[in-house]
C-alpha cells in the first residue's frame, strides 16, 4: 500500500476485510443436524456464572470427522444488525497459528446483549460443508 496515512490504512484494511467476508460462502447455515461424529459446544471463558456475557471470551470444543481443516465462523446481532463476526480454525494435529479465544465486543457492538450463531466449517474440493450450526445468546 503506497499511502501511510492512517485514514488510508483504515480504509484498505476496512476494504481488505470485507473482501475477505464476501469470499467466505454465505451457505454457512447448515441443516442444524450435525453428521455423525460431529459436535460443535461453546465454552465461555472468564464468565464466573458459565455463560457468555458482553466482553467476556468464548471459545469452541470442536470434534468433528472432517479430514480436512475445520473452522468455526461466528457472527452476533443485536437487534437484526451484525455487531460482531470473525472466524479461526480448530485443526487437530498441529497447533492453528492464530487465537481461537474471541472476545464478544467490538466497534460496533459497545455494550448490551447479543444473538449470536456459530457454524462449523470445511472444505472439500470446491464445496464447503457446514456440519453442525450453534446458536447462542449473549447477556449484558
Not at 15 to 20: P, S, T, W
Not at 108 to 135: E, H, I, N, Q, R
Request: net charge positive; charged share 10%; with cysteine.
Amino acid at each position: 500500500m503506497a499511502s501511510k496515512s492512517p485514514r488510508a490504512r483504515f480504509a484498505f484494511t476496512a476494504v481488505l476485510g470485507a473482501l475477505v467476508l464476501a469470499l467466505v460462502p454465505a451457505a454457512f447455515a447448515g441443516n442444524g443436524k450435525p453428521a455423525d461424529g460431529t459436535s460443535l459446544t461453546l465454552v465461555a471463558l472468564n464468565a464466573p456464572d458459565g455463560l457468555p456475557h458482553y466482553g467476556k471470551q468464548v471459545t469452541f470444543k470442536v470434534s468433528t470427522t472432517a479430514t480436512t481443516e475445520p473452522h468455526v465462523s461466528l457472527k452476533c446481532y443485536q437487534s437484526g444488525v451484525l455487531v460482531y463476526t470473525t472466524q479461526t480454525g480448530y485443526y487437530a494435529g498441529y497447533l492453528w497459528p492464530w487465537t481461537q479465544i474471541m472476545t464478544l465486543a467490538s466497534v460496533a457492538w459497545t455494550g448490551g446483549a447479543a444473538d449470536c450463531t456459530a457454524v462449523l466449517y470445511y472444505f472439500k474440493g470446491k464445496s464447503t460443508l457446514s456440519p453442525a450450526t450453534l446458536k447462542f445468546h449473549v447477556y449484558a
